[in-house]
């Protein structure tokens, strides 16, 4: 049996499965993810510019790099990654999608039962009254400003040295824990809290199986690692359930 038959078997036999994804599941879909080759905007790095720190410091800098990544990915479509990832919830009795993606590509091939523990880019908060609003449109002002209160909006997604959102931290965490399978796709699993939950998960006894173009700081322990793209690996996954 090779490792893509033992994840399938692996898979066929759960009941509760947790899947966990990050910016690679959609590279396919045109999304840039924020450590690999072709980086992510310029010669700016995530960390410069998705803080509190940054956006206090450059608000208009900031929105720049967020009103582009909302055009860039306005043009892009689930890939087959995110639709194998449909077709393996309507056949999992209990099933739970943790992703870290903001980019809304899960929601949008379908998937339902998802905790998007990072926030969405399509969601804008105003930083005087706290009110948050989904916002699709590209033209946005520069510095867009709340209808309320008319205060300054910002992407309503989690930035470095920024808490998430409790209730779905412990529900990703409660997921993970009573897991028996958990899928781990598309992530370099180097930002916490997000790359402890596979932990949890292996330590309450669920199998991990890891997708991804290469080995992880998890790869070392997971039960499978399956090397290579998402939106041809995930297809064949599930093909067979
Ligand atoms: N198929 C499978 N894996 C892929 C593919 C692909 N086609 N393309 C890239 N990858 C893998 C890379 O090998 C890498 O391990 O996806 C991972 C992407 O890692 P990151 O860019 O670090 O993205 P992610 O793990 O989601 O980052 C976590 O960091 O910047 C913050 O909040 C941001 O949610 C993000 C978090």
Redo the contacts with the bound molecule.
Sequence with gaps: MDDLERAQDILARAERITVLT????S??SGVP????AGGLWENHR?EEL?TPQAFARDPELVWRWYHWRRGLIARCRPNPAHRALVALERCTPRFTLIT??VDGLHQAAGSRQVLPI?GSIWHLRCTACGTVREDRRLDLPALPTCDDCGGLLRPDV?WFGESLDPELLQRAWQAAHQAEVMLV???????QP?AGLAQVAHEAGAAVIE????P?PNSGWVEVVLLG???EILPRLVEAL
Excluded: M, W
């Design positions: 990050g910016a690679g599941i590279a396919e993810t924020f450590r690999g995530p998705a870290q993606n990072h989690v796709v598309g992530t370099s699993a180097v930002v997000a997708v991804n173009l290469e992880t793209k998402a939106g």
